[in-house]
């Protein structure tokens, strides 16, 4: 396969990976209920502990090469970053939104991030204006999913503005290296899409609810 093939099989494989990682996350706000901030604070330090074991230990190198495919080195220098932003991202909304609110808010960065990248590497051919990296068919085409998956749990008017707002930050927030732990370093890495998408789409969800 060529360079270009197994870029394209990754990149459709993580956000294969990414739908269901959002899929068990919405499964275990249910479950957990009451508890769900406990429960996600505990995965939390699981998954940071789990990065640093994998970054000390060279893990990574020694699983097949389709795990490997399905990082981004030379970009992703932080070990299981998507999971680690994508349950601090949850974390906030639990903290600061109505569980309806959160719910919808996980469906548009599950789905939607997804969607568009996917349509985007494999049929996106119009560059959006003010991104090179993100085309129109794929943005568009994660609002759709974005919205019907933020209907389930809200208004209509609410999916549609958390959905939007959400695809506007897929399409203008673009994966960041991370090389030193300073505040710098940090800034950049929770300038992220996993991160961003559920607290700026639930922050628009809560305004349009008023």
Do not use: C, W
């Not at 209509?156 to 927030?173: C, D, K, R, Y």
Request: charged fraction near 10%.
């Amino acid at each position: 396969m060529s360079d270009k093939g197994l870029f394209l099989a990754g990149e459709v494989g993580r956000q294969f990976i990414h739908i269901l990682t959002g899929t068990a996350v919405l499964i275990a706000i249910y479950l957990s209920g009451r508890y769900a901030v406990l429960v996600f604070t505990a995965l939390l330090i699981v998954t940071v502990f789990a990065s640093v074991l994998i970054k000390k230990f060279n893990l990574s190198q020694q699983t097949s090469g389709v795990f490997r495919r399905l990082g981004r080195p030379g970009v992703q220098n932080v070990k299981l970053q998507g999971t680690i932003l994508l349950i601090s991202g949850v974390l906030v909304t639990l903290l600061l939104f109505p569980r309806n609110i959160v719910y919808a808010s996980v469906a548009i960065v599950a789905l939607g991030d997804s969607v568009a990248t996917i349509v985007g590497v494999l049929i996106g051919k119009h560059k959006l204006p003010y991104s090179q990296s993100k085309t129109v068919e794929g943005t568009l085409s994660g609002l759709a999913v974005a919205f019907g998956g933020a209907l389930l749990f809200v208004t209509p008017f609410q999916a549609f503005v958390g959905a939007a707002g959400g695809m506007l930050i897929e399409s203008t927030i673009s994966l960041q290296t991370v090389k030193e732990a300073d505040m710098k370093g940090i800034v950049k890495f929770f300038l992220n899409d996993n991160f961003m998408i559920p607290v700026f789409s639930a922050f628009l969800m809560l305004l349009a609810s008023r």
